[in-house]
Structures are given as structure tokens and as C-alpha cells.
């Protein structure tokens, strides 16, 4: 049984924060109907296209487990079919520019005139205030929810992260509000508005640094490695390098075959607990009880000299005999893997994390299945569906139109 078997999900969403949240609806059972302009669809459809005339890996890898119904909703057929679909379904989700849905003339007051019960989702770039109506992408909510600012080396520029925190972090933000306001539906019957801004995801994601803005207060930041080479700290969290977050020293060390392999390296903690046996793997086994290095504090003026003791050791090794060796240890490290060693890892084909999907126009494709498994609700990864390849199908048994009205609706351009 799937856990959201029965919602019906009116999905407004393009490009990819909106997509990602409705895709993990539909992973978890929700009928989702993904809801199109006629001729062209949702734009990634057609972006960073890899395969001619066929949906780019940026559409199908975002849109798995949908159905997709094409409608213009500026066409006066179009919003009556609209307003039927708003009747039906429990959620509507949308992430167009701010306003773009009041233009609609589906605002927030008409859905709910409309259908009391509906829970209206929508992601924004900024919440209420001096950029809420601004038009916001992903680098544009890292640089301003605080991850750029606090991302990269302290001698260079502000950097990005590869991980899509700003829209793929606000789809999953987004999906939990969902879930959220259909558990409070069961008891008060009604609809609400659900809200994720980007930026105040992102700042979520970076509430650690928020934290040790604060305690800047009250001193140096002793875990940073500038700390232990001297430099002072300004008024803002600095950015990190690759030290940890969580207040053990930590950084990314050479491997063997780091000369020509750029992704040769492991992440090694000092994790206090583990000091005796990290000593004892790299052949300090003085250090254990030297006072110079026995204690965390000790160690944190000396980061550079621990670190290249320890990355001696490690270049003489592979990333994986690092783990191989440390994991029984308790010593916290982890492999830096590339994406290939990820398309090609055998286990997380098996867990379906990394999974195979054919699809008519393009063949086999890799893709990311379902990251959170539920025991009770597997779910299993259904091709994206091709623009408007369900339009009949939801005209005809979800709003119920006979066939001389889907004559007409065709005729008036509303969907095609
Ligand atoms: C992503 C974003 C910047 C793209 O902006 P955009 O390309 O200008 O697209 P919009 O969302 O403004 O939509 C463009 C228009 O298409 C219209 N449109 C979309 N689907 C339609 C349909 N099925 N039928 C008729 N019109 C449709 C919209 O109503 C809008 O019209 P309007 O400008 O007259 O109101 C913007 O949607 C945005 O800021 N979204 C919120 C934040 C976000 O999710 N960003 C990350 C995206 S991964």
C-alpha cells in the first residue's frame, strides 16, 4: 500500500525545486498530474538536451511517477477545466514567479472559494518583504541564505555548491509542509496555504553557521583552521575550507593515485575519541600521551602538523583501504567519490537509491530513485510521462467529461 494512495496532486511546478517536492508525493503514492503549457511544457523539458527531440535527462530525472495533462489556463476553456481539477484534487503546487497565479486568476482567496479543502503549496524565492517578488534560481538563493558566504577557502571568493540546496532542499521543505497540512486537514477538514522560500531554506540548511555567528561573541572560532595558523577572525562566520562542522577537527587528505585521479582523497576526522587509534594507524604512537597532542586543545594550534602526518599516512593508501582500515577503528572518514563511481556502485543500485529507467524516447536512462525508504510504502520508479500523454485519460476518469465535450474542449485550443 503506498502511504498517500488517494491524494490527487495538481502540480503547477516547473524547472526543478517545485518538481523534486511533487515527485516525492508520487513516489509516495499521490496521483500527481502534472499540468503543462500546450506545445512546449514545462522548459527543462527542453533544456541541456542530450538525446535529439527527446525529454532531457533535467525533465525526466525530476518528473518520474506524474501524469501530465497539457492546459493553457489563459484560455477560458482552459480555466473551467481548471476549476474542475481544483475541485478534485487535495493539493495544488506551483512555483511560478511571484504572482503569476493571481494573474491566473487562481490566487489563494479564488482556490479557496473554489475548494475549501485544498491545500495550496507554493515555493517563492524570498518570503514577505523587500525581495518577495524578485525571480530566484538556485545560486541566487545560496549566495542568499548564507551557504556562499560561508562555502570555499578563506582566501578565495564566495562559493556555490554542487548540491542543490536551494531548489532541491526547498522541494523537500515544501514536501514536508505538504504532508503536514493533509495530517491537520484529517482533523479540521480545511485547506491551507504552505509556504517554502528559498532563501529561508537554505538558511535552515545553514543554521551551524548562524550558530557560530553568534559565538563569535564570545571568542575565536577554536575548531576553524585559521584559528591555529593565526588569523583573525572578522565579523561574520568565515568560510571554512573543508574543516568540519561539528567542532572535531576534520579536513580532505591526498590518496594514493591523488596525482592523476582528482578525486583520490578521504575526509578524516579527529574525532577525540578516536585519537588512540589514529595515532596508532599512522605510527605516532607517542602522540597518544605527549601532552603536546594528547588533548583536543593541544592539537588545535598544531591542525597543520596533525593533518600532514596523517595525510603522510593516507597517501600511501586508496581512499577505500582508508575506510577499509579506519571503519573498525572508529575512526570517522569518508571516500570522496566521483559521480561515476556513484553511477556505478553496486549497492545503491541494490537499495534503488541509483536506478535504471527505460523510457520510449530516450532508452535506458540512470536516474535517483526515492531517498527515503518507507518499509511499508516501497517506492517504485515510473518514467516521466511525455507532454500531454494523459490528457484524455484525466479528462474523461478523473473530471468526468463525456466525449462531445472533450470535442469541444480540443477544438478550443485548451489543451493543445
Ligand atoms: C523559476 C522562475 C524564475 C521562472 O520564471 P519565468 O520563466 O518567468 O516563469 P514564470 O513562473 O514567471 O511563468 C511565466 C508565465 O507562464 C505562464 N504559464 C505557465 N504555465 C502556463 C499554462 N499552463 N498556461 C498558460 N500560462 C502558463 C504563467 O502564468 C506566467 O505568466 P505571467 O507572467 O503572465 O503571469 C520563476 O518561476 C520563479 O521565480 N519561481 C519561484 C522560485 C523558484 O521556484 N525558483 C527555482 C526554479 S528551479
Redesign the pocket.
Known sequence: MEALKGIKVLD?T?????PTCTQLLAWFGADVIK????GSGD?TRSQLMDVPNADSLYFTMLNHNKRSLT????NET?KQVLERLIKKCDVLVE??????ME??GFGWEQIQQINPSMIMAS???FGPGPYED?????NVAQCAGGAASTTGFIDGPPTVTGAQI??SG?GLHLALGIVTALFQRQSTGKGQRVLAA?QDSVINLCRVKLRDQQRLAAGPLEEYSQHGEGIKFGETTPRAGNDSGGGQPGRILKCKGWENDPNAYTYFITQAAAWPNICSAIGKASWVDDPEYATPKARLTKLNEVFGAIEDWTMTKTKFEVMQICNPLDIPVGPILSMKEIAEEKTLRETGTIVEVEHPERGTYLTVGCPVKLSASPAQVVRSPLLGEHNEEILKSLLGYEDSELEDILNSGAIS
Open positions: 503547477f516547473h524547472v526543478q525545486s517545485g499540468v503543462e503549457r500546450p522548459p492546459l493553457n489556463t489563459k482552459g512555483n511560478f514567479a511571484p504572482g503569476a494573474r491566473m515555493v517563492k524565492g524578485c525571480k530566484v534560481y538556485e536551494g531548489d526547498t528559498m
